[in-house]
């Protein structure tokens, strides 16, 4: 009887101990390395009293015993041996691996060395691994979000498109982050580009002669579609969009970039267009409509699409009238997104609510503060 509940007491302690280590991804691996060991072992202490009458009572145990020593001396001799060396193998290929792909960030190490042990192939690919890349290459720059909200320039790098392994990350946060570290750089860039064009147009208009800057002043009557050639209602049009707003609407279009149209064409904005096999059609899309989703090469071109269609269509005169108010005339100034965001509820055809979701963007994740960031001067590099 003494027996018996010791028995079950091993066992129940032998259970705390499996459900308190497996979260651990090493102490998973270890476990499930020993696994038949430790079943084998549980079967005998469940079996013990059956086991011992059989021996006892009904095998010779005199005769028995040195032939279990023989088998048992054989069997060590040829799989124990290869049971560590192979451990032992993978152990220094994922210290390896880790060391290759480890950050700063505890949370995606620990991913990493799950992703490792459990061999994830998904998780293995060269698109989680380009994360990592990027994630690494993020952090030896000294691009921190956080020193951004604090006042630091931004870094410039500018990647071509989003990697697909973004949707991979564990952390909801994490996608978030990379997703912003990636994208501002790009609308501040464009932004940039903006601001110079509004700093020569304001110097024309101020100079009260066109004749000299004639074929430039043509080229961005067509680009922001100013059909009477007024410089004043270019200088309305010709403005940037804040990085809070930009942001935002990317990730309520794109899914913080992992939809199919980010991944696929880089449509982080949800443009449409009816030019025949010029973009991806929606699954939903009903079969007498006839719109795709644009795509682009690179993010940028998606950035200066988007920027272009709030700038130029009558849908948004609304918000370039409200922008125009916080420009004041200046060519540095405070621009709102999360004022302005008021204004693109055509946007969407959930309207309201689209605006409503795009306020939460903002203010959960603190967006705003990226409106007053600026690229840093010398430029860090580029992908």
């Known amino acids: 009887m003494i027996n018996i509940i010791l028995?079950?007491?091993?066992?129940?302690?032998?259970?705390?101990?499996?459900?308190?280590?497996?979260?651990?991804?090493?102490?998973?691996?270890?476990?499930?390395?020993?696994?038949?060991?430790f079943k084998f072992l549980s079967f005998i202490l469940k079996n013990i009293n059956k086991i011992y009458f059989f021996i006892i009572k009904k095998i010779n145990i005199k005769n028995f015993l040195p032939y279990s020593i023989?088998?048992?001396?054989?069997?060590?001799?040829?799989?124990?041996?290869?049971?560590?060396?192979?451990?032992?193998?993978?152990?220094?290929?994922?210290?390896?691996?880790?060391?290759?792909?480890?950050?700063?960030?505890?949370?995606?190490?620990?991913?990493?060395?799950?992703?490792?042990?459990?061999?994830?192939?998904?998780?293995?690919?060269?698109?989680?691994?380009?994360?990592?890349?990027?994630?690494?290459?993020?952090?030896?720059?000294?691009?921190?979000?956080?020193?951004?909200?604090?006042?630091?320039?931004v870094a410039n790098f500018f990647l071509a498109k989003f990697p697909q392994g973004i949707s991979e990350l564990d952390s909801i946060e994490q996608r978030k982050r990379i997703f912003i570290q990636i994208l501002l750089p790009i609308v501040l860039s464009e932004n940039e580009k903006i601001i110079t064009d509004r700093r020569k147009l304001v110097t024309i208009i101020n100079r009260k002669s066109f004749k000299k800057d004639a074929e430039w002043l043509n080229e961005k009557f067509e680009q922001y579609k100013v059909k009477n050639n007024s410089p004043k209602e270019l200088l309305i049009k010709m403005d940037i969009i804040p990085p809070s707003?930009?942001?935002?609407?990317?990730?309520?279009?794109?899914?913080w970039g992992t939809s199919r149209f980010a991944?696929?064409?880089?449509?982080?904005?949800?443009?449409?267009?009816?030019?025949?096999?010029?973009?991806?059609?929606?699954?939903?899309?009903?079969?007498?409509?006839?719109?795709?989703?644009s795509k682009?090469?690179?993010?940028?071109?998606?950035?200066?699409?988007?920027?272009?269609?709030?700038?130029?269509?009558?849908f948004y005169e609304e918000f370039r009238k409200e922008r125009a108010k916080q420009r004041a005339g200046r060519l540095i100034g405070s621009i709102s997104g999360t004022k302005l965001v008021e204004h693109v509820h055509k946007y969407s055809i959930r309207g309201n609510d689209y605006v409503l979701g795009l306020k939460k963007i903002i203010e959960q994740n603190s967006l705003q503060d990226f409106d007053k960031a600026n690229l840093l001067v010398k430029k860090s590099g580029s992908i």
């Open 7 to 37: 028995n079950k007491k091993i066992i129940n302690f032998y259970k705390i101990i499996k459900e308190a280590i497996l979260g651990n991804g090493f102490a998973k691996y270890i476990i499930e390395t020993i696994a038949p060991t």
């Open 70 to 153: 023989i088998i048992f001396l054989v069997v060590f001799t040829a799989f124990v041996p290869e049971i560590f060396k192979s451990s032992a193998g993978k152990k220094i290929i994922i210290n390896t691996q880790t060391d290759m792909y480890s950050t700063n960030d505890p949370s995606i190490d620990q991913m990493l060395k799950k992703s490792f042990l459990t061999n994830d192939s998904k998780k293995l690919g060269l698109d989680f691994q380009q994360v990592i890349s990027i994630i690494n290459l993020f952090e030896k720059s000294g691009y921190n979000l956080e020193k951004v909200r604090e006042g630091e320039p």
């Open 245 to 255: 707003l930009a942001i935002a609407q990317a990730a309520y279009e794109s899914g």
């Open 263 to 293: 991944i696929e064409g880089n449509a982080l904005f949800g443009q449409w267009n009816w030019k025949e096999n010029n973009g991806m059609i929606p699954e939903d899309r009903g079969e007498d409509e006839k719109h795709q989703i």
């Open 296 to 314: 682009f090469n690179q993010i940028r071109y998606a950035v200066s699409a988007y920027k272009n269609n709030l700038n130029t269509h009558a």
